[in-house]
Each structure stands twice: as C-alpha cells, then as structure tokens.
C-alpha cells in the first residue's frame, strides 16, 4: 500500500487578523453594550460596527456577540481587565463595610 498526500498540513493554531477596530467593536459588546452605542461611542455608524463584527464574527467561527467574546478569551484575543471598567476593579479590592451596630452604641 502506498501513502496519500494530501498535501501541507494547516497549522495546528490558527492566525487571527483581528483589526484594532474590531477588536474595539467587540470589546463594547463585552462590556454589555448593543451595536448602536459601540458605533456612538466608536464614532461610526451602525452598519460599520455590524460590518465590523461580522467580519469578526467568521475569523472566529462564532455566530452571537456572546459566543466572540467566549471565544475571544479562550483564544487570548482579549482579556477580563480589558472588559472590567478600572472602576470595577478598583471597587472589587474594597472590602465591604462592617456589621452596623443595631443599638448605636
């Protein structure tokens, strides 16, 4: 018997090109906003932003903002302080207030 060659072997990790606007577009919905108010905030439209993230949406393989941003993170592409606002994790290091002392004493 003899061996087939199919070929070059694919790498076993795939390369993203992901764009600094992309990224940018997905990070805002990680943060929980909708595609409107990343493209206010981004200073785009809205098509631009949908644009954006679909083309995201196929070099990830993912089908919901939801799904990129999992995948996004187990990929690397992006991080939970990157999705934190600083606020968040300035807030998180405090430690919570006391019992209150219901007799005032």
Same mark, same amino acid.
């Given at each position: 018997m003899t061996a087939v060659d199919y070929g070059p072997r694919r790498p $076993?990790? !795939?390369r993203y090109s992901v764009t600094r606007r992309q990224r940018e $577009? &997905? &990070?805002?919905i990680a943060r929980g906003r909708t595609a409107q108010q990343a493209g206010r905030r981004m200073g785009i439209s809205l098509n631009t932003v949908n644009s954006l993230l679909a083309g995201l949406y196929r070099k &990830?393989? $993912?089908s919901t903002g939801p799904h990129a941003v999992a995948l996004a993170m187990a990929r690397g592409l992006i991080a !939970? $302080?990157?999705i934190e606002p600083p606020h968040a994790r300035h807030s998180a290091l405090q430690s919570p207030p006391g019992p209150r002392n219901p007799t005032g004493a």
């Amino acid at each position: 018997m003899t061996a087939v060659d199919y070929g070059p072997r694919r790498p $076993a990790v !795939p390369r993203y090109s992901v764009t600094r606007r992309q990224r940018e $577009a &997905l &990070l805002w919905i990680a943060r929980g906003r909708t595609a409107q108010q990343a493209g206010r905030r981004m200073g785009i439209s809205l098509n631009t932003v949908n644009s954006l993230l679909a083309g995201l949406y196929r070099k &990830l393989g $993912a089908s919901t903002g939801p799904h990129a941003v999992a995948l996004a993170m187990a990929r690397g592409l992006i991080a !939970p $302080a990157d999705i934190e606002p600083p606020h968040a994790r300035h807030s998180a290091l405090q430690s919570p207030p006391g019992p209150r002392n219901p007799t005032g004493a």
